[in-house]
């Protein structure tokens, strides 16, 4: 079928969050609808898929108006999406999870379903337990379950919204795999992303949002650097690698140990040294964020010596307010639930985040403060904000605004996941003036482009095992590709034993 968006607009107070939008995609299409963070993707297919009713606009499919006031109205249609957090209950039985919103009254039938769930397992290559809890799996198997659930209840148009954050290179292989296969089939997917290579490397027509508004559209073969003019209104350059020679040591690890229920990382020896920038990669569930978290005293040790500074003294024992006092700062993934305070506005993030001068707050001075933090780090939004009313750029811009001016070793969760080009290379930009100033840097991505291009030294995670430090320059995509998917460590080991 031909899908009709006519003059979609969407208002948030004064935001314009869809300006007049009109695109047509055609039966068996992949469209990859781009745009940085804000630019109005999210909006525009909660709408679509019933999520939110548009101010103005209709959608059409075949020549004919539909009506969808909510996302069940969507599905009756064919309509499904999948949202970038997974909308699942992670203390259900997956195949209980499979069947939450199928008809067929009170009792459904769950030896058909469970059938049927097996059938499109094996049809499009997933290993899904159907009795596993939901809240074992991996990000990228939440998604093959929504994405076989949306199917099961007869979706033929799919909407993806950012699908590839969090997921590691090899699922992202098999769901791209799976929407090139759905395609095929006469299936209509649309796209939403920021990441350029991941609608060049899937799509078939893209269309880029600005500010709300539909700035523009492109068919394969696409013209990266018009559709990055397109998305920012010029052009952006990739930031390079730098090049700080390594200080004093910051972080000594001699024969460390970390035991969690399911793994075991041991026997791991690393120096980090002030001005180094080290990447951590692996699968989901390897360990490396077991490994980060024990490195800052939020997880105890289990064995060997973990050393801050030049000291030779453990920190084996000690809490994360001790390794604070030494300098060592986390930045989690999970920014609202765990890096910010949901409900709590800006002001009084920054309030928190400096030594108090008395036990009364001047309020006057603190949004002085907020200003001047809102306007060092570049944040859209005004002392008064919710931080959960900020973007995801927003809030990552926010979070560093709250590190402390000296540290000398700071742990981040995935600094960039989820943000546009123009926010990654501004965070990047922000962590390497910190390098400069002598604090290190160890940092977890799944993006294995983002550990090549930042990373002065890598190490690897498979299965709680940890390869030595490697250099960045030693390594392209393809071979740190087989490092975390388990091949290539023999080797490895025996140059490190010659």
């Known amino acids: ?17 869809n300006d007049s939008i009109s695109l047509t995609v055609p039966p068996g299409c992949i469209q990859g609808i781009l745009g940085e963070n804000g630019a109005g993707k999210s909006t525009l297919m909660k709408i679509f898929s019933g999520f939110l009713k548009p101010d103005s606009g209709e959608i059409v499919f075949d020549g004919k108006s539909l009506k969808i006031d909510s996302p069940d109205d969507a599905i009756r249609l064919g309509i499904g999406m999948l949202h970038q957090d997974p909308l699942d209950f992670p203390p259900f039985r997956v195949i209980d999870d499979f069947i939450v919103g199928s008809p067929g009254g009170i009792v459904p039938d769950r030896r058909k379903a469970l059938a049927d769930f097996n059938t499109l ?6 290993s899904l337990s159907a009795e596993v809890r939901v809240g074992s799996l991996t990000v990228g198997e939440r998604q093959q379950l929504e994405i076989l659930r949306l199917l099961w209840l007869g979706a033929k148009v799919l909407i993806l919204d950012e699908p590839t954050t969090g997921i590691s290179q090899a699922q992202k292989e098999i769901l791209f795999a799976t929407l090139k296969t759905l395609a095929d089939q006469g299936m209509t997917v649309f796209f939403v992303s920021h ?29 990266k650097a018009a559709l990055v003019r397109m998305m ?4 952006v350059e990739l930031a390079s690698k730098s090049s700080i020679a390594p200080g004093k040591k910051v972080l000594t690890i001699k024969t460390g140990s970390v035991d969690s229920i399911r793994l075991r990382i041991k026997d791991v020896n690393l120096q980090v040294r002030a001005g180094e920038i080290i990447g951590i990669a692996g699968m989901e569930g390897s360990g490396q964020d077991l490994f980060l978290r024990a490195c800052g005293g939020l997880v105890e040790p289990s064995g060997g010596q973990f050393c801050l500074d030049e000291s030779e003294t453990p920190m084996n024992g ?24 949901p409900g709590m506005s800006l002001a009084e993030h920054f ?27 570049n944040i859209k939004g005004r002392p008064d904000s919710p931080v959960e009313s900020l973007s995801g750029g927003n809030q990552q811009r926010t979070l560093l605004s709250l590190l402390p001016e000296i540290a000398s070793l700071i742990l981040v969760e995935h600094p960039t996941r989820g943000l546009d080009i123009e926010s990654t290379i501004y965070i990047w930009g922000k962590l390497k003036e910190r390098c400069t100033a002598g604090t290190a840097i160890l940092f977890i991505s799944s ?25 960045s320059e030693s390594l392209n995509v393809q071979k740190l590709g087989e490092l975390i998917g388990g091949v290539g460590w023999d080797a490895l080991e025996a140059n490190n034993n010659a």
């Not at 397992?121 to 997933?126: T, Y």
């Not at 899937?202 to 394969?220: F, I, N, P």
């Not at 001068?357 to 907020?370: G, H, P, Q, T």
């Open 1 to 17: 079928m031909t899908i009709e968006l006519r003059n979609i607009s969407k208002h948030f107070g004064a935001l314009k969050a």
């Open 121 to 126: 397992s094996k049809q499009f290559g997933f």
């Open 195 to 223: 990441k350029l290579e991941d609608v060049e490397a899937l799509c078939t027509k893209a269309a880029v949002l600005r500010q709300g508004a539909l700035v523009g559209s492109m068919d394969r073969p696409f013209d």
């Open 232 to 235: 920012f209104g010029r052009e």
């Open 318 to 341: 000690k809490t994360y307010h001790d390794y604070m006092r030494q300098g060592v700062t986390y930045l989690p993934a999970a920014r609202l639930e765990k890096g910010l305070v």
């Open 351 to 377: 309030t928190l985040s400096v030594k108090p001068k008395s036990a009364f707050i001047d309020k006057k001075a603190a949004v002085a403060l907020s200003n001047e933090r809102i306007a060092a780090f």
């Open 447 to 471: 993006d294995l482009d983002e550990i090549l291009r930042y990373s002065d030294k890598v190490l690897v995670f498979f299965a709680g095992k940890v390869t030595p430090l490697i250099a």
